[in-house]
């Protein structure tokens, strides 16, 4: 925490066309985070991904959040204030519904901010001097090959990364996002390979079920053939690629859409 009692922001990149694109009536914002396993950041699950949507006509940037050897709940509280700070203008005004999208360990923190407890939220709260009711859920998440259960199937990596030395079954059982459902989590769209080597594909589906479990809207895509981190999918072509309009059409019907002509 600074000096000034505020926990420090890691950096938001804006896409250099984001406020541009705002300005000339996009809806909404996307916050990118990539994946890495919660020990690096991708280039090609950030920047790559906010270039496509600015292709597209769409508002975004990626966060810099914490890695290893931070430890949870440091990037979750790191798109938490993100979020706020979007929604109170101080990266510019966007307007619209502010969807998040993560990566592989990236989805697993998406996933967790579309999922907060009130318990993290005021714990955050408390140490930010914020508002809680400023520290909200995204309006959307998309969850790309996204690490989902820390105790079923899990990505061992992505677990060791995020907990550390507090490393133990009930606190990674506590942060397996489907177990973090509720009614109020929001509307969602999930993609994966399913001969997934890395993160396997029962994390996508893990997920739906708790999401239907729950009432939430979602939209589950699983394509036959794909290496795990293959981003936009560029390397490995159609079926793959097919994600990527059926997520422009998603965020469109969500109220994230580049300026109508």
């Given at each position: 925490?600074s000096a000034?009692?505020?926990v420090?922001?890691?950096?938001?990149?804006?896409?250099?066309?984001?406020?541009?694109?705002?300005?000339?009536?996009?809806?909404?914002?996307v916050?990118?985070?990539?994946?890495g396993?919660?020990?690096?950041r991708?280039?090609?699950?950030?920047?790559?991904?906010?270039?496509?949507?600015?292709?597209?006509?769409?508002?975004?940037?990626?966060?810099?959040?914490?890695?290893a050897?931070?430890?949870?709940?440091?990037?979750?509280?790191?798109?938490?204030?993100?979020?706020?700070?979007?929604r109170?203008?101080?990266?510019?005004?966007?307007?619209?519904?502010?969807?998040?999208?993560?990566?592989?360990?990236?989805?697993?923190l998406?996933?967790?901010?579309a999922?907060v407890?009130?318990?993290?939220?005021?714990?955050?709260?408390?140490?930010d001097?914020?508002?809680?009711?400023?520290?909200?859920?995204?309006?959307l998440?998309?969850?790309?090959?996204?690490?989902?259960?820390?105790?079923?199937?899990a990505?061992v990596?992505?677990?060791r990364?995020?907990?550390?030395?507090?490393d133990?079954?009930?606190?990674?059982?506590?942060?397996?996002?489907?177990?973090?459902?509720?009614?109020?989590?929001?509307?969602?769209?999930l993609?994966?390979?399913?001969?997934?080597?890395a993160v396997?594909?029962?994390?996508?589906?893990?997920?739906?079920?708790?999401?239907?479990?729950?009432?939430v809207?979602?939209?589950?895509?699983?394509?036959?053939?794909?290496?795990?981190?293959?981003?936009l999918?560029?390397?490995?072509?159609?079926?793959?690629?097919?994600?990527?309009?059926?997520?422009?059409?998603?965020?469109?019907?969500g109220?994230?859409?580049?300026?109508?002509a």
């Amino acid at each position: 925490m600074s000096a000034t009692g505020r926990v420090p922001r890691v950096p938001l990149v804006l896409h250099p066309s984001a406020e541009e694109l705002a300005d000339g009536g996009a809806s909404g914002f996307v916050l990118v985070l990539p994946g890495g396993g919660y020990a690096g950041r991708s280039e090609h699950e950030g920047p790559g991904v906010t270039a496509f949507l600015a292709e597209r006509g769409i508002a975004s940037g990626h966060l810099e959040y914490p890695v290893a050897p931070a430890i949870h709940p440091d990037a979750l509280d790191q798109v938490l204030l993100a979020l706020a700070d979007l929604r109170a203008g101080v990266h510019g005004a966007f307007s619209g519904p502010v969807a998040v999208v993560g990566f592989s360990a990236g989805g697993h923190l998406a996933g967790s901010v579309a999922t907060v407890t009130e318990a993290e939220r005021a714990d955050l709260a408390a140490r930010d001097g914020a508002d809680v009711h400023t520290l909200g859920r995204p309006d959307l998440v998309t969850l790309s090959y996204a690490v989902i259960s820390l105790v079923n199937r899990a990505h061992v990596d992505s677990r060791r990364n995020l907990l550390g030395e507090t490393d133990t079954e009930a606190r990674a059982a506590s942060l397996s996002v489907e177990r973090r459902v509720d009614s109020n989590t929001p509307p969602a769209f999930l993609w994966h390979t399913a001969d997934d080597a890395a993160v396997p594909v029962e994390n996508s589906l893990l997920m739906a079920a708790a999401l239907r479990d729950a009432a939430v809207p979602f939209e589950l895509h699983v394509y036959p053939t794909g290496r795990h981190g293959v981003g936009l999918g560029d390397e490995v072509g159609a079926p793959v690629t097919d994600w990527r309009d059926a997520w422009i059409n998603w965020l469109a019907r969500g109220g994230v859409h580049p300026p109508r002509a």
